[in-house]
T-cell receptor, first 116, second 113 residues
Framework: DAGVIQSPRHEVTEMGQEVTLRCKPI?????LFWYRQTMMRGLELLIY????????DSGMPEDRFSAKMPNASFSTLKIQPSEPRDSAVYFC??????????????FGNGTRLTVT | AQSVTQLGSHVSVSEGALVLLRCNYS??????LFWYVQYPNQGLQLLLK????ATLVKGINGFEAEFKKSETSFHLTKPSAHMSDAAEYFC???????????WGAGTKLIIKP
């Protein structure tokens, strides 16, 4: 079990540039989550997919943020254009069954995004 | 509305001492309760959870937590701290599904040699 894989681990970009974060969930997991972590706001759920379909994107802060899950093994979170306030650690997490408490969330190691 | 309060953004204990991390929640009905741990530069991982049944739950690495409904608390304890326990610990609650977790702000545990 390779775990949830995120890339890149670190991303430094200039304001206005497009940023794409990538996530490969654990094989067999059918729910995928994107979180953002900052000192000021803690952990925030951005969007949640079930069986590759976006279910709840109410946490996506602005239209500059978009997420896709073209298949069960890959998801992207895109920010275009990026702004300094987007600087944060972005986590992807997956779980076998969103409705079962016997199925914990498995987090990737995160992407640390710095927008200058 | 549900909320989670973790008392103390930082807790410092000596190696070998008792670890106590506090978590209180507000909810109109008994929630499901979780503790996750985040080691430096890593994602979060489940430490333990309470869903139903026994109110004292045991997790990984010698941690345990007790659900006290009357106190609306779910404090995390470990009898003897180890240097490897240094991490940030997050309490979370949910009423109805795995994904709608309400997260606490986190408590950073510092272990003094």
């Amino acid at each position: 079990d390779a775990g949830v894989i995120q890339s890149p681990r670190h991303e430094v970009t200039e304001m206005g540039q497009e940023v794409t974060l990538r996530c490969k969930p654990i094989s067999g997991h059918n729910s995928l989550f994107w979180y953002r972590q900052t000192m000021m706001r803690g952990l925030e759920l951005l969007i949640y997919f079930n069986n590759n379909v976006p279910i709840d994107d109410s946490g996506m802060p602005e239209d500059r943020f978009s997420a896709k899950m073209p298949n069960a093994s890959f998801s992207t979170l895109k920010i275009q254009p990026s702004e300094p306030r987007d600087s944060a650690v972005y986590f992807c997490a997956s779980t076998v069954d969103r409705d079962s408490y016997n199925s914990p969330l498995h987090f990737g190691n995160g992407t640390r995004l710095t927008v200058t | 509305a549900q909320s989670v309060t973790q008392l103390g953004s930082h807790v410092s204990v000596s190696e070998g001492a008792l670890v106590l991390l506090r978590c209180n929640y507000s909810s109109s009905v008994p929630p499901y309760l979780f503790w996750y741990v985040q080691y430096p530069n890593q994602g979060l991982q489940l430490l333990l959870k309470y869903t139903t049944g026994a109110t004292l739950v045991k997790g990984i690495n010698g941690f345990e937590a007790e659900f006290k409904k009357s106190e609306t608390s779910f404090h995390l304890t470990k009898p003897s701290a180890h240097m490897s326990d240094a991490a940030e610990y997050f309490c979370a609650v949910s009423l109805d599904s795995n994904y709608q977790l309400i997260w606490g702000a986190g408590t950073k545990l510092i272990i003094k040699p």
